[in-house]
């Protein structure tokens, strides 16, 4: 099996280790914005995939979740 976002064979969840890793991290620091900031889900995402301090496996993910975000929007 390979990984959603690349072609790597998949650890856990549909990720590679390597985006595995960065969903984590994303999931995990989540808490952390929501409470300082109010953020929402969609706008965390946004923000991670488009801030240039993120690291590219980071906004790869962010990205990969937001499509999948809008598309369960759709099917509502």
């Known amino acids: 099996m390979k990984c959603k976002i690349c072609s790597r064979p ?5 990720y590679c280790s390597l ?3 960065a969903y984590q991290n994303i999931y995990g620091k989540f808490v952390v914005w929501e409470k300082a900031l109010g953020v929402t889900w ?3 995402l946004i923000k ?5 301090l993120s690291g ?7 990205k990969h979740l ?3 975000e809008s598309r ?3 099917e509502k």
């Open 66 to 68: 937001i499509e999948g």
């Open 72 to 74: 369960n929007d759709k």
């Open 42 to 44: 969609m706008d965390y």
């Open 56 to 62: 590219e496996w980071a906004k790869e993910v962010a």
């Open 19 to 21: 985006h595995l890793k």
């Open 10 to 14: 998949v650890k856990e969840k549909g």
């Open 48 to 52: 991670i995939s488009k801030n240039s």
